[in-house]
């Protein structure tokens, strides 16, 4: 008697069964994007951190060049144009949104280039790349450098992980209800490393 | 001309320099083989003749059981032969040190970093040390079985036949890295088993390196540090090697297994890696069989490979060195 009441509830009730099902799989996909927007927005900060320290530490490396590079005029007047603009768009209060994060990263890229031909340019300089403060300065720019490169690699997997969850139905209709909208992959140039020699190994 | 192809020459070239040395092992033993057969048909003649004397059959098995120790002995000093002869100055043209008894030390580590399985007999033999730039690295070849049950339950299993190695790091990994053998559907208890640590999987965008391994650590970006793009290759070199000796059969691999479980630590100053090939590999066989002219060739590039992996780990960190040295 209690086994046909219990049967005949779950038929009547069905549909409200379904419904509770689906609401609760959307739920769990909806943690998951935010999840995993919140896991890319950390790791952007890790980056952030990274970059920071780097706008930090070009002035002192620029101090010690400008006595010795006097023929480099252009390309400190370069970097430290794109220094400004880097910390200018730091402080912006839209700093962390995906359109200001893509041009960001874009200017962070001319920035590191621009101070990958200043290290190169130092070859030139006996003085200057013998010079015991350059060479602290040098080490603290590629501690940070090797940093960045790091923090970009896990914000690159973070991003590409919430990329998955966003674009795959339905992932992309919950996304476009909570308004999750895609980061930008930081792209940079690896610096060159210098090649391994053989003999070096064996 | 790259550097695999630079290695590839200088791997040649050391090869080259080592073939007369096998080539007189491989006489030596020849010879030494001949001998011993020559010893045991007297050893065989004499026990006859005494058994037909009538004298009590237990002294002749005793006269026997002498027979076996000497071609124990035999057997032994023919090893020993071998290594001091081929695999000592193999060691000395890749700048190594060879000691036979291998390192405790290393067992030890490896047992308290948890990358060995669980042991209660074994030991360690034929140890390497070696330096590329300013790293330090070593290698031991350990043997260890689990013994468990007494009486008639009493079951020994083996558990690890294969190297160890370990690198002094040029720098100071702050939080742990670990690597382990990607184990397939069995990756999610994996995954859950190493949350319970702390740990959290690390998903890295080399796919031949995510096959092939899973990667933990407490911190995303410190393991990114660490595991850099050259070393995830040098490390998915490293199994894809080893996988192909141990299918292939090589000399000293072959107990039996279908591929290498590898398993690494990163840890304050030290990398330690377990390399279970299920092998002993450096001994040289029985005396009656030929030497395997690859055996010593093959060791020559697995060194080569250990000192890249030493020298890229070098190369990789070498200005993360000066800030970070604790």
Redesign the interface.
């Known amino acids: 008697m209690i086994k046909k009441m219990i049967g005949d509830f779950l038929m009547d009730n069905i549909g409200l069964y379904i419904l509770l099902g689906l609401a609760v799989l959307l739920y769990v996909w909806y943690a998951s994007i935010i999840t995993k927007r919140n896991k890319a927005k950390e790791?952007f900060s890790?980056i952030d951190v990274q970059l920071k320290k780097r706008a930090d530490l070009i002035p002192n490396v620029l101090t010690i060049a400008k006595k010795f590079m006097a023929h480099e005029k252009e390309l400190l007047e370069e970097v430290t144009r794109l220094r400004t603009e880097v910390q200018k768009q730091q402080q912006d209060a839209h700093a962390d949104e995906a359109a200001h994060i893509k041009e960001r990263f874009m200017t962070e890229a001319q920035l590191q280039k621009s101070m990958g031909q200043l290290m190169i340019a130092v070859e030139n300089y006996p003085e200057l790349k013998s010079d015991t403060n350059m060479l602290e300065a040098q080490?603290?720019y590629?501690?940070v450098e090797?940093?960045i490169?790091?923090?970009r690699?896990?914000y690159?997997?973070a991003v590409n992980?919430l990329h998955n969850a966003i674009q795959i139905f339905p992932g992309n209709v919950i996304a476009g209800l909570v308004g999750v909208t895609e980061m930008p992959f930081y792209e940079a140039e690896e610096a060159d490393?210098?090649?391994?020699?053989?003999?070096?190994?064996? | 001309m790259s550097i695999t192809q630079q290695m590839d020459e200088k791997i040649a070239e050391i090869q080259a320099e080592l073939a007369p040395k096998f080539k007189y092992v491989e006489q030596f033993r020849q010879q030494y083989f001949k001998d011993t057969l020559i010893h045991a048909v007297l050893i065989a003649a004499v026990l006859i003749l005494v058994a037909l004397t009538g004298i009590d059959i237990f002294f002749v098995f005793g006269l026997g059981s002498l027979g076996g120790v000497y071609l124990t002995y035999r057997q032994y000093t023919y090893t020993h032969k071998v290594k001091e002869e081929a695999i000592k100055p193999m060691a000395e043209l890749l700048d190594l040190k060879y000691i036979p008894s291998g390192s405790y030390d290393i067992l030890q580590q490896a047992k308290q970093a948890n990358i060995i399985p669980t042991y209660n007999r074994g030991g360690v033999e034929d140890g390497f040390i070696g330096k590329v730039k300013d790293t330090e690295f070593e290698f031991t070849e350990a043997h260890l079985k689990y013994e468990s049950g007494s009486g008639k339950n009493k079951s020994v299993k083996r558990v690890f036949d294969g190297g160890l190695m370990r690198f002094k790091l040029p720098y100071h990994v702050n939080e742990d890295v670990l690597i382990l053998t990607d184990k397939g559907m069995f990756n999610s208890l994996k995954n859950m088993t190493q949350k319970f640590s702390g740990m959290q999987h690390i998903a890295l965008e080399d796919p031949r390196f995510e096959e092939i391994y899973q990667a933990y650590g407490t911190d995303q970006v410190e393991a990114r540090r660490v595991l850099t793009p050259l070393f995830m290759d040098v490390l998915a070199n490293l199994k894809e090697r080893f996988d192909i000796k141990i299918a292939n059969k090589s000399s000293g691999l072959s107990i039996g297994r279908k591929s290498c479980d590898i398993q690494m630590l990163f840890s304050g100053n030290t990398l330690l890696l377990s390399l279970n090939y299920k092998g002993d590999y450096f001994e040289p066989g029985l005396m009656y069989k030929s030497l395997d002219v690859d055996w010593i060739s093959d060791m020559v590039e697995d060194f080569a490979l250990m000192r890249f992996i030493a020298s890229s780990l070098k190369v990789q960190q070498h200005n993360y060195a000066h800030t970070q040295v604790k």
Do not use: I, S, Y
């Open positions: 790791a890790g080490r603290a590629q501690n090797e940093n490169a790091a923090a690699r896990f690159n997997a992980a490393r210098k090649a391994v020699n053989a003999a070096d190994v064996l």
